[in-house]
């Protein structure tokens, strides 16, 4: 019985040790693609009339987000349903119907993948006829930001009956239609022979037509004939909203109220009730937000605003606190005014601007306390006191008169008190401080323009982060050389690049394009 039980956990122990788990070595990992085995019926066919697509490929394979990868034109009424089995893609066409005599382009994007390492069958189609022939005429081109020129990626490029009206790309799918890629660049493939209405468009909602909004579109102001053009560019625009509404109203803090429109417009704001109009301040313009300073005015703010390019005035009703919250506001002294030095860049004034102070408030410029604002210059070891003289500028802003001289440091102290608000309230003692620029911190710009033909430009000089620096106005006037010469001083260091703007409207701004009216966006150079 001894020997049995020696032997038993010897066994035990040999099969333990038989049984311990290493790890696998070796081996490369697949780095490949799915390769296409077999097709049925074979890719490229005549005369289809086939139920299902069987494609076998090497090796196990996935679908990945097919309902968006897989484009089939022309449009199929009925999408066909898509299935993996092992190595197979099945496309299955029995409730399909499809045209006589017509060449149909399966195209999967990048949906086709290997099971395990996730390997992408990049752009593969597969294409057939219903007829004795495959169409064989394509069309390729490229899609530009008509604003900046730069290439847009993944944009529906749209090809429709010729006999349709303009707005058929919001009503109707395409007839053909490909995606822009990374480049901008696109391939119309096996197309008919015939005349057709194209356009460019950002499908955001992947619906397959033009919404307006948020998307953008392009289009051409002639006929597209596939035996002739071979080569096809779109400027893609954002149209100016055919409808305008109010995104946001309300009041941050007392003393601001903030009108969000859903685009930027011309507007200017009165009071509802025209006795208030003394108690508001505006900053009217073209924006898409409307800053309105009000003073004296509690519990609820009521504005119209009229707008200058539409017959149409909006009323608007914000909620303010009520005027016994303000006065325990102000004699908590919580209602604070904020200040800030402009113009500063890169935390430097430039010495040859004019200095101003910012209000986050309206502020009543006509009751300075000059004795309590003074402003110290240092420059070397000198310190001189300076008396400068102020002019307020709409509600907000302080101009300093006081020309700066370059390289120096300067405080600018305003004691309490100095500066009333428009509601009563005086500001705290604050003290900033800045030093000016030297002129040998900017360089200076000869640019020599040619312009391409008599008309009005906007010159904008931009920075490398598409930030507008300087804008001139130029009128190419007939009797005007086309080339010309601009000069743009005290620039910083850095890389600029300018854009011109063909101003066809002469409204000195880009102009935008609308579809319907046929109207191209405004032409820009750079």
Partial sequence: AKFKYIIIVSLTLLLWRCAQVAPLTGGLRDNQPPKLLNAIPQNISLNFNAKFIELTFDEYVQVKDIANQLVITPQLKNLPEVEVKGKKVIIQLSNTELLPNTTYRFFFGNSIQDMHEGNILSNFEYVFSTGNKIDSLMIKGKVINSMNLKSESDITVALYNINESDSVVWKQKPLYFT????????????????????????????????????????????????????????????????KYFIKKAFSPYYGLAKVIYNAEQDNTVQAFNA???????????????????????????????????????????INLITEEKFNRLKQENKLLTDVELRPLINGMMPYYEAASLKFNTAMDFSSIDKAKISIMKKQDTVITKLSPQFKGENCD???????????????????AGAIKTKFGTLNDSVKISFRTSLPDDYASLNLKLLFPDKSDYVIQLMNDKQELIRELYYQQSISSSAEQVFTFKNLLPGNYFVKLIRDENKNKMWDTGNLIQKIQPETVYL
């Avoid at 948020?214 to 100016?240: A, P």
């Avoid at 101009?399 to 305003?414: P, Q, T």
């Fill in 179 to 242: 995606k822009s890629d990374g480049n901008g660049f696109f391939t119309l493939n096996y197309l008919p022979v015939g005349d057709f209405k194209a356009f460019a468009y950002s499908d955001k909602n992947k619906n397959l037509k033009y919404d307006g909004g948020e998307e953008t579109v392009g289009f051409l102001n002639r006929v597209v004939n596939t035996t002739i053009d071979s080569s096809l560019t779109f400027l893609l625009f954002k149209e100016r909203p055919t």
């Fill in 397 to 415: 802003r302080l101009i300093i008169s006081e020309k700066l001289v370059e390289d120096a440091n300067y405080d600018i102290i305003i004691k």
């Fill in 275 to 317: 006795s208030q109009n003394n108690k508001l301040c505006f900053e009217n313009g073209i924006n898409d937000t409307c800053l309105i300073y009000y003073h004296e005015i509690f519990d609820t703010l009521k504005l119209v605003i009229n707008h200058k390019d539409r017959a149409v005035v909006d009323t608007v009703k």
